[in-house]
């Protein structure tokens, strides 16, 4: 990907941040546990979730971010609920969108609550995604490219 910003990824463990790291970047999908901050490519911050599941540590996200131009908040589909908080976007004071990832393994009426919970934190567009069936991906890409949301 040649992304005119440099992002950040804010999610939950297990939300799919580093499989959407290696599909933006088209490498091989293999689960890999990020155990700390990793710059990919030079244009992709991905974090470890604990960053945000564990508020002692989220004043790292808040560093970090300082060196992104984008914050993504990535939210899993089928997931009960939302780490992030109303509003959470305005911590970074930066352009935020959000991606729900694992598309496939939800309903519609839990994508459409996860599309929820990142307009609440903040998001203002929203990619629906699915590293298995690859979709989603194709729209995401052009944003990261700057061209518009269609």
Known sequence: M??????????RSMAGKTTLCQYINQEDLKYHKTQTIEIINDNIIDTPGEYLERTHLRGALIVTA???????LVQQADEEGTMFPP????????PCIGVVTKNDLAT?????????????????????????????????????KGEEKE
């Open 66 to 72: 300082a060196d992104a131009d984008l914050i993504v």
């Open 108 to 144: 519609p009426e839990q994508v459409e609550d996860a599309k929820q919970y990142l307009q609440m934190a903040g998001a203002r567009d929203i990619f629906v995604t699915s590293s298995y069936d690859g979709t989603g991906f194709e729209e995401l890409i052009r944003f990261f």
């Open 2 to 11: 040649t992304a005119k910003k440099r992002i950040i990824l804010i999610g």
């Open 87 to 94: 509003g959470y976007s305005s911590t970074f004071a930066k």
